[in-house]
């Protein structure tokens, strides 16, 4: 059973923007201090790849090249969610997201380091 569930995901022209969340999916979902909380995608066809992801405790923010100056995470600690607001998105930007828990903050683009994880949620750029 998928720990985080996302939401907000659509179609959109070029161009255009949406914000995804995720929240845990129980209440006993615990995201420590140490955590980072993070997003990937995977395009169709491809591997799962790094978006951005945010360290609960410094809210120290990290971000992939393709997205950066585009996209931004952000977390809120009382309702224990993240969000990433996508904005200028381009069809190359089509892909399911995902919302995950990493223990700390390093090697944050590794997908099999995080312990958490959501079953995604579309997003498809197109006109």
């Known amino acids: 059973q998928a720990q985080l569930v996302e939401s907000g995901g659509g179609l959109v022209e070029p161009g255009g923007s949406l914000t995804l969340s995720c929240v845990p999916s129980?209440?006993?979902?615990?995201?420590?201090?140490?955590?980072?909380m993070a997003w990937f995608r995977q395009p169709p066809g491809k591997e799962r790849e790094f978006v951005a992801g945010?360290?609960?405790?410094?809210?120290?923010?990290f971000y992939a090249d393709s997205v950066k100056g585009r996209f931004r995470v952000s977390r809120d600690a009382h309702y224990n969610a993240i969000s990433l607001q996508m904005n200028s998105l381009k069809p190359e930007d089509t892909a399911i997201y995902y919302c995950?828990?990493?223990?700390?903050?390093?090697?944050?683009?590794?997908?099999?380091?995080?312990?958490?994880w959501g079953r995604g949620t579309q997003v498809t750029v197109a006109s």
């Open positions: 995950a828990r990493k223990s700390d903050k390093y090697s944050y683009t590794d997908a099999s380091r995080y312990d958490a």
């Open positions: 129980a209440q006993n979902f615990v995201i420590y201090s140490s955590n980072l």
């Open positions: 945010v360290t609960w405790r410094n809210n120290e923010k």
